[in-house]
C-alpha cells in the first residue's frame, strides 16, 4: 500500500465544552504532495488556564471534523472547562478506495475494506508521520501552557487507530487515550511501541460486535493486545452490542464518563 495526497491547508477554531469558541487555532498543513508531511501547528501562545484540560479528536476516514464538534458537552462538567479541537484530516490517496475516488479526508492509508479486517498491513503506511505530526500538535499546546498530563486524545474508527499510535508513543504522561470503533496498528510491536511515560495512561477502547465497517476480529484482537502490553489496569474494553459503526449513546456516555475521571 502506497499513499500519496495533496497540500492542504485547515484552519479550525478551539471550541470549549459550551460550544464557544476562543481564537485558539489549529492549523494542518500538507506542504509537499505526500500527505505524510501533514503538520499541524498551533497559532496564539499563551491562551491557556493551568487548571483547563484539553481534548484532541480525530475523525474518522472520509469524515469531516465538524460532524464531531458538539458531541462531548458532558465534559462540561470538568473543573477548569475541556478545550476540544476537531482537527481535520488531509484529502489523500487511500489505497482501498483507489477506484472509487482520488483523494479522500484520511490521516495514513487503509488497505481493507468492508470490512476493515486483520489484514490491514502494520504499521500502515503513512501512520509514523502522522503520529509526529499528532505529537507536535501536543507538543504546541504543552509549550502554550498546557500540561500534558491534562491532554487528552481520542477518535474514531481510523481516526481511534492514530489516537492510540500517537497517544501510547508520546514522550511525556496523558490524561487518557480514547478509541472507539478503532484499532491497533502496530499488533505485532505494541510492547515496543509504547513509550514509558505512558506506562500509567488510562485508555478507553470500545468496538462493536458486528460492526460492518472495522471487522470484530480485528477490533477485539486489538483490545486483547492493549491489555496485554499496557495492562488490565490501564485499560478499558467495551465489546458493544451494535452492528452500526458509530457508537451508539450509551457508549458516547461512557467515553466522556471515562474522560472526565482522567
Known amino acids: 500500500c502506497k499513499m500519496t495526497g495533496k497540500s492542504n491547508v485547515t484552519v479550525l477554531p478551539n471550541v470549549t465544552a459550551n460550544g464557544k469558541s476562543d481564537g485558539l487555532k489549529l492549523v494542518l498543513r500538507a506542504p509537499s504532495a505526500t500527505a505524510a508531511g501533514v503538520d499541524m501547528r498551533l497559532r496564539q501562545r499563551g491562551l491557556i488556564a493551568e487548571e483547563q484540560a484539553a481534548l484532541i479528536w480525530f475523525h474518522g476516514l472520509g469524515d469531516t ?84 498530563n491534562r491532554i487528552l486524545i481520542g477518535g474514531m474508527s481510523q ?42 495512561t488510562p485508555v478507553f477502547f470500545s468496538c462493536g460486535s458486528q460492526d460492518t465497517v472495522v471487522a470484530f476480529e480485528l477490533t477485539k484482537k486489538s483490545g486483547s493486545l492493549l491489555v496485554a502490553a499496557h495492562g488490565a489496569a490501564n485499560v478499558t474494553v467495551v465489546h458493544a452490542q451494535r452492528k452500526a459503526h458509530p457508537p451508539k449513546r450509551q457508549e458516547l456516555e461512557q467515553g466522556q464518563a471515562f474522560m472526565r475521571a482522567c
Open 65 to 148: 471534523a465538524a460532524r464531531w464538534e458538539g458531541k462531548f458537552t458532558e465534559l462540561s462538567s470538568v473543573p477548569g472547562g475541556v478545550r476540544t479541537y476537531h482537527p481535520q484530516a488531509p484529502a489523500q490517496h487511500v489505497t482501498s478506495y483507489s477506484e472509487e475516488s482520488s483523494g479522500m479526508p484520511s490521516w495514513f492509508d487503509v488497505c481493507t475494506r468492508d470490512p476493515i479486517g486483520i489484514g490491514e498491513p502494520e504499521p500502515a503506511a503513512g501512520i509514523e508521520e502522522a503520529q509526529q505530526s499528532v505529537h507536535r500538535m501536543i507538543d504546541s499546546l504543552v509549550d502554550a501552557g498546557m500540561p500534558s
Open 159 to 200: 481516526g481511534g487507530a492514530l489516537a492510540i499510535a500517537a497517544g501510547l508513543s508520546y514522550h511525556a504522561p496523558l490524561a487518557g487515550v480514547v478509541s472507539m470503533s478503532g484499532w491497533c496498528t502496530h499488533r505485532g510491536m505494541l510492547p515496543d511501541h509504547i513509550d514509558a511515560a505512558q506506562v500509567d
